[in-house]
């Protein structure tokens, strides 16, 4: 995953394909208590929810509309994925000064970009699972790692970590990291920042805007 412009579009087809929301160095953590195990227990619930609506996605395929299906997911990614604090961390530390007209913009841009990745990378259905694996593991702050497998039919798998934190509303995931150690949002970063230096927010909200125009095959979502 090189950049905004040329992010991967097929689910299956690469071990940086799946677009995912991540984080780096998650990797070391202490054996939890029955506590802690408890709530990586909960953490993991949002992730089973989110892997069913993109079973019922990929079964769906490309013979259903592309907005058929972006309504379909909307939702679920907007209660699985604390999407505003992806997009802070994504932006970096300028998010705090920016107007709130600009963030407005951004986050309906993000929006319209996330949503679109996941309904164009999974988009097909060939015998493929999902698989939520039981070493879910508290990490720093308080968030926690829950490990999951994108299994295909023959055998092959993509390795997806979610890192989940508790807010206001229960566990979100604010970062996902592909094969344990590609975070999306240190990705999101460096594209992020290269556009904000180019043009400032209208810049990143117009590429926003390109690349979902690009995934969705010019079908433009409110």
Known sequence: ??????????????RRRVLALGGAALLAAAVPGPAARAGTADAAAPIARLDEALLAAMRAGESTPFAARYRALAPVIEQVFD???????????SWATLPEAQKAALRAAFRRYTVSSFVANFDSYN???????PTARPVGNGDVVVPT????ADGSSVALDYVMRCGPVGWQAVDVLTDGSISRVAVQR???RALLNSGGVPAL??????KAANLSGGVVMG
């Open 205 to 210: 909200v117009a590429g926003l805007d390109r």
């Open 149 to 152: 497998k994108l299994l295909s």
């Open 83 to 93: 999407l505003d604090a992806v997009l802070a961390s994504s932006v970096g530390l």
């Open 190 to 192: 460096s594209d992020f």
């Open 1 to 14: 995953m090189n950049s905004l412009e040329n992010t991967p579009d097929n689910a299956l087809a690469g």
């Open 127 to 133: 015998g493929q699972s999902f698989r939520i694996l």
